[in-house]
């Protein structure tokens, strides 16, 4: 049975119209998915800028006592130290808080940041004269705060970026990085106390050889004053890296004046394990809006043709 000629023309409407809303409906959800495309892209950005430690660098240390240290300090008097470790962007202010939840979540001016800051453990003392002062730091992608202490999982890179400096008590002095270690969040042996003791030095040395990855063991003794840097590792949520130095009165010369591209650099960048922070990186994002854009356009395209399409049919 043939459909008369108006019902058929009003059906046509009907689906066109309902077309044209679902193009709509589709091109709006586009164009939302295009802005919080656009929107973490920038909050990416943004994370990254307030970790990078080029925004702290106006006030590294220098050899005339640091003035602009004291600025800082004079910003925020939770500032005590300053940590560099050649050849890796480790190269920050050190802070310490009332309690461990201060800086987790705050940057070395006192202000609201996602990265944090690299802070003391509030059980120690900011003149650094426990055997093992322990240090937290975000584990962030791009090598920001602790990200670079991944890079010492390579044998190779361990043995060629031993040393560091670290300015404290108006003094600066020469680190040496002598152990990684791998643990787990809820292992107290390695979040210990101060030591004090021989024997709970003893203790923490022993510790730490039952969980070193690369451990140089002969050159640590009792009588050393260690850093304990501490921060989330690639696995489980609870896994987290350990990279021990200890302050020496000798300061070693940088041989790494600038962070270069190494291979573990790049084999680190290029690795898809999961990572505390890890965002998605910039060019994904640009090449995501580019997409969406296209989309819309096509799209538009799309709802203009059917436009000119019913209108034609109209004819």
């Known amino acids: 049975m043939k459909i008369p000629e108006n019902i058929e023309k009003n059906a046509t409407k009907i689906v066109l119209f309902i077309n044209r809303i679902l193009e709509l409906v589709f091109m709006l959800v586009i164009v939302i998915a295009l802005l919080v495309a656009a929107y973490a892209l920038w909050d990416s950005k943004t994370i990254y800028t307030n970790a990078s430690p080029e925004k702290y660098e106006v006030y590294r240390p ?33 802070v310490v808080g009332e309690d461990n939840a201060k800086y987790l979540n705050r940057d070395p001016m006192g202000e609201y940041s996602l990265s ?29 705060m602790f990200g670079d202490i991944d890079l010492y999982e390579s044998k190779g890179f361990f043995d060629s970026h031993r040393y560091g400096t670290i300015y404290y008590n108006g003094e600066k002095k020469g680190i040496e990085i002598v152990a990684l270690l791998h643990g787990d969040a809820a292992d107290k042996s390695l979040f210990a106390p ?14 730490m050889q039952e969980h070193a990855v690369y451990i140089r063991d002969k050159d640590i003794t009792l009588d050393d004053t260690l850093l304990v840097l501490s921060t989330c590792a690639t696995g489980d949520r609870t896994d987290r890296h350990f990279l021990i130095a200890k302050i020496s009165d000798r300061i070693e010369k940088n ?23 890890h965002q ?4 994904i994002w640009i090449a995501l809006c580019v997409v969406i ?19 034609f049919c109209k004819k």
């Open 293 to 311: 854009a296209l989309l819309v356009v096509n799209i538009f395209i799309r709802i203009r043709w059917g436009k000119n399409h019913e209108s």
């Open 194 to 207: 101060p030591a004090e003791t021989e024997s709970a030095k003893q203790d923490y040395l022993a510790a």
């Open 280 to 283: 998605v990186g910039f060019g």
């Open 116 to 144: 944090g800051s690299i802070f003391l453990d509030y059980r120690f003392s900011k003149d650094l004269v426990a055997f093992n002062n322990l240090f937290y730091g975000h584990h962030m992608a791009e090598g920001m």
């Open 255 to 277: 041989m790494y004046p600038k962070v270069t591209n190494t291979k573990e650099h790049t084999d680190r960048e290029n690795s898809t394990a999961n990572q505390e922070f």
């Open 62 to 94: 220098t050899a005339n006592h640091s003035v602009s240290f004291q600025e800082l300090q004079n910003i925020n008097s939770d500032v005590f130290a300053w940590l560099t470790i050649y050849g890796t962007n480790i190269d920050y202010p050190l």
